[in-house]
């Protein structure tokens, strides 16, 4: 494995952590400023909705978990596919996500940040 690969799941395991948390300061650092959070329902929030969401309670995640994983770095970006298992609560409702996630990390300045979310569903 190489060291970049192993940097990004390692910032993967702190952004679930802290995720799960709720700790948006650890969240704060991890995130890029214009990262785009794409959820399985289709509704995208930017870094400063996302927050909200977390912030207020709209939105929590009791669990994150990882089934699958591939991460490859190409030079400055890092793309991680995973199956993901999500233990969330939208709006006061408990629901469990099976789904395939794409995540992308970009190398900048201030090291390695989390730019990008996407997950689709997979059927039960």
């Known amino acids: ?3 970049a690969v192993a940097e990004i799941r390692a910032l993967e395991d702190r952004r ?4 799960v948390a709720g700790d ?4 704060g650092q991890l995130f890029a400023a214009t990262c785009v959070y794409t959820h399985s329902n289709g509704s995208i929030d930017t870094k400063t909705s996302y927050f ?3 912030s207020s309670g709209r939105l929590r995640y009791r669990s994150m978990e990882r089934l ?3 991460i490859t770095v190409y030079d400055a970006t890092a793309v991680v596919s995973a199956r ?5 609560t939208p709006g006061g ?3 469990t996500i099976i789904g395939q996630a794409t995540i992308t990390w970009a190398r ?3 090291g390695w940040k989390f730019v990008a979310w996407q997950s689709t569903p997979l059927p039960a």
């Open 1 to 3: 494995m190489s060291d």
């Open 16 to 19: 679930y952590a802290a995720t």
């Open 24 to 27: 948006l300061t650890e969240l």
């Open 52 to 54: 909200e969401s977390l």
């Open 68 to 70: 699958e994983e591939n």
């Open 84 to 88: 993901v298992r999500l233990e969330i």
């Open 93 to 95: 409702a408990d629901r």
């Open 108 to 110: 900048t300045a201030d």
